[in-house]
Nanobody, 122 residues
Framework: VHLVESGGGLVQSGGSLSLSCTAS????????MGWARRTQGRGLEWVAG???????YYSDSVKGRFTISRDNPKDTVYLQMNSLEPLDAGVYYC?????????????????WGQGTQVTVSS
């Protein structure tokens, strides 16, 4: 499993960022994929997820502001983040979730990318 994130950076409060994650080493269309983050205020948490049928999950903290999508032919999952707040700042990880009930627990670390930093200035 190899997951490579890109697109993090510095943005002002209220701004937008788009993250991408390109996967390799497994059959991407067969898996639920998601984004998790580690922030100072909330620790490690699921942010958003997308099932292999493209239905989605969002945490309450990002619902209405973030959008997850996937492009199976490109083995890529995206996270569009709008109306960013300082509390959104942290490291964002692309995660493959192989569990029977995705996005209920964070999977083991071999399913994680290395992460990309998101900084939101107030």
């Amino acid at each position: 499993v190899h997951l490579v994130e890109s697109g993090g950076g510095l943005v002002q409060s209220g701004g937008s960022l788009s993250l991408s994650c390109t996967a390799s080493g497994f059959s991407f269309p067969s898996y639920a994929m998601g984004w998790a983050r580690r922030t100072q205020g909330r620790g490690l948490e699921w942010v958003a997820g997308i099932y292999n049928d493209k239905s989605t999950y969002y945490s309450d903290s990002v619902k209405g502001r973030f959008t997850i999508s996937r492009d199976n032919p490109k083995d890529t999952v995206y996270l569009q983040m709008n109306s960013l707040e300082p509390l959104d700042a942290g490291v964002y990880y692309c995660v493959r979730d192989p569990s029977r009930f995705p996005f209920t627990r964070l999977p083991s670390t071999e399913n994680w990318g290395q992460g990309t930093q998101v900084t939101v200035s107030s």
